[in-house]
């Protein structure tokens, strides 16, 4: 038999889990469930009260509050906080941050009225303090009304790290070690005179020899091509020094070499893949072709089928695979397209368009929700984050809101997405007035002037740049700057060559 107390205890523990049963049998091992549901009835019944046991928390008030201290002082990196305290997870940092500091998240948020920049006077005499370092660094930022990451990104910007470096003084080393020092640069820098030179000659032997282009990886090539270049330099530069450059184990170079002279034995049969894939739409696979060369009396592997296909670069092509796409559904009757492919309006704030865009980088993804006036192209808000949550398009629509003067009632356009469908949207639409309107399904021409933006975007300052070893936070700078830079100072030929700033400016529209 249980006692009153233990009855208590279960009793106790059933409200503390959420009214789970499994969690209270599996923490006191006991009562049987069948039990426990008597015992909770039974409970009810005599209309008692029990003041659940709340478990003490894992981190206390303090540590909350030097973990996201850390976080604000060290450059706003997650990673970075959890690795210098050993303590919280990225999802739990966040949560405090929510609480301590409401606001500073990863959302980076801008609108047409930013703050006012540093000038470069002040910088300079920043930096002089630190420098001289009359008062602590943390100290001269506050008085200055910036943080200390940013105070030390003024140093670096202006004097440098080898500047501030050479300020400080160090020992005078001695002739001799200033001698081996120099002998050992100067062997250093002809190695990799040597190695450079290698590197010209195997690029211009691939494309000489393999007819590649001279930009060619080494990476890229297989290991008969690789065989090919390190025969035809083997008398220029000593073996082991070429196999390593070209990434070739001694082992496939001397197999390959010893298949080349060989000669090919598929000579004939690769002509008679190139025949039938190109004449049957160039679509049959391995499979298909396999089956085909039985046909014409030829018994080959299907491996080996698979690859001579990938030597003679017989491909089938493939449909890519979509994007990110925020459309959830008919969830609720769509609203008319108001703007009909019409993107031309006699005053600012008039007709609005709206979209999220994303940009795949190396260290992640970046989602860009802005929102643009018809009547001169101009992004009034935009919102980045490393999200496409619902936070992303509210805090781009707020910032656009309030731009507004009194009596405007834009028209704001969008796609069917859910960003623009969920009852938070809607709620902040109707609070300032705002009339909806939404394209047809999958008709991206209903939205072209929105469209327009992120191509000239993309094309002007994401393709044809490399962005490995860039963070997330570093993009969205990249971003931000290139839209203030779009506003204020890109010329529009269909404004008449001035930015849609110049423009607004010359018919005496205010900002």
């Known amino acids: 038999m249980f006692t009153e107390a233990e009855r208590l205890r279960a009793i106790e523990l059933y409200f503390k889990y959420g009214r789970k049963l499994a969690p209270v049998v599996r923490e006191l091992g006991y009562p049987s469930k069948r039990n426990l549901r008597r015992w909770i009835r039974l409970w009810e019944a005599s209309g008692g009260v029990i003041d659940c046991v709340r478990r003490k928390p894992r981190y206390s008030i303090a540590q909350k509050q030097a973990a996201v201290e850390h976080y604000l002082n060290h450059g706003c990196c997650l990673a970075f906080t959890r690795r210098a305290l050993g303590y919280p997870c990225s999802e739990v940092l966040l949560r405090w941050i929510d609480e301590l500091h409401p606001g500073r998240q990863r959302i980076f948020t801008s609108t047409i009225n930013p703050s006012a920049p540093f000038e470069p006077e002040v910088k300079h005499q920043a930096v002089m303090a630190l420098c001289t370092r009359d008062l602590p660094a943390r100290e001269i930022a506050r008085n200055i009304g910036v943080s200390r990451a940013v105070l030390y990104k003024w140093k670096h910007e202006i004097i440098g790290d080898v500047a501030y470096q050479n300020m400080r003084k160090h020992k005078k080393p001695s002739l001799m070690a200033?001698?081996?020092?120099?002998?050992?640069?100067?062997?250093?820098?002809?190695?990799?005179?040597?190695?450079?030179?290698?590197?010209l000659d195997i690029l211009k032997k691939a494309a000489e020899i393999i007819k590649k282009d001279p930009g060619i990886s080494v990476s890229s090539l297989t290991n008969r091509e690789k065989t090919l270049i390190g025969d035809a330099l083997r008398n220029e530069y000593p073996l082991a020094v070429l196999l390593r450059t070209l990434q070739l184990a001694r082992s496939s170079y001397f197999y390959h070499r010893a298949a080349l002279r060989a000669g090919d034995k598929y000579t004939d049969v690769r002509t008679v893949m190139s025949e039938i894939f190109n004449g049957n739409y160039r679509c049959y696979g391995y499979r298909r072709l396999h089956a085909m060369l039985r046909h014409e009396g030829l018994s080959l592997s299907e491996k080996v089928v698979r690859r001579l296909m990938a030597e003679e670069?017989?491909?089938?092509?493939?449909?890519?695979?979509?994007?990110?796409?925020?459309?959830?559904g008919e969830i609720?009757?769509?609203?008319?397209?108001?703007h009909a492919r019409d993107f031309k309006a006699a005053q600012p704030n008039q007709k609005w368009l709206t979209d999220i865009t994303e940009f795949q980088l190396p260290a992640g993804k970046v989602w860009l929700s802005p929102v643009v006036d018809c009547f001169d192209g101009k992004v009034v808000s935009w919102s980045l984050s490393t999200r496409p949550d619902a936070e992303l398009a509210n805090t781009m629509l707020e910032g656009a809101i309030s731009t507004l003067n009194a009596g405007d009632r834009p028209i704001i356009h969008s796609d069917r997405g859910g960003h623009y469908r969920w009852s938070?949207?809607?709620?902040?639409?109707?609070?300032?007035?705002?009339?909806?309107?939404?394209?047809?399904?999958?008709?991206?021409?209903?939205?072209?002037?929105?469209?327009?933006?992120?191509?000239?975007l993309k094309t002007e300052m994401y393709y044809g740049r490399e962005w490995s070893g860039v963070t997330l936070d570093s993009f969205i700078q990249h971003v931000d700057a290139y839209i203030r830079w779009y506003n204020e100072r890109r010329i529009k030929m269909s404004l008449g060559a001035v930015s849609p700033e110049m423009y607004r400016r010359q018919h005496g529209i205010a900002r």
Do not use: H
């Not at 670069?313 to 959830?328: A, E």
């Not at 609720?332 to 108001?338: K, T, W």
């Not at 008709?443 to 929105?450: F, G, K, L």
């Open 332 to 338: 609720d009757p769509a609203p008319d397209n108001l």
């Open 178 to 199: 200033e001698r081996d020092a120099l002998q050992e640069e100067v062997e250093n820098l002809n190695q990799e005179i040597r190695r450079q030179q290698m590197e």
């Open 313 to 328: 670069k017989l491909v089938v092509s493939r449909t890519r695979r979509r994007r990110y796409s925020s459309y959830c």
């Open 424 to 456: 938070g949207w809607l709620a902040r639409v109707n609070a300032a007035g705002l009339i909806r309107s939404m394209s047809r399904k999958g008709c991206s021409p209903d939205n072209a002037a929105c469209e327009g933006f992120f191509g000239r």
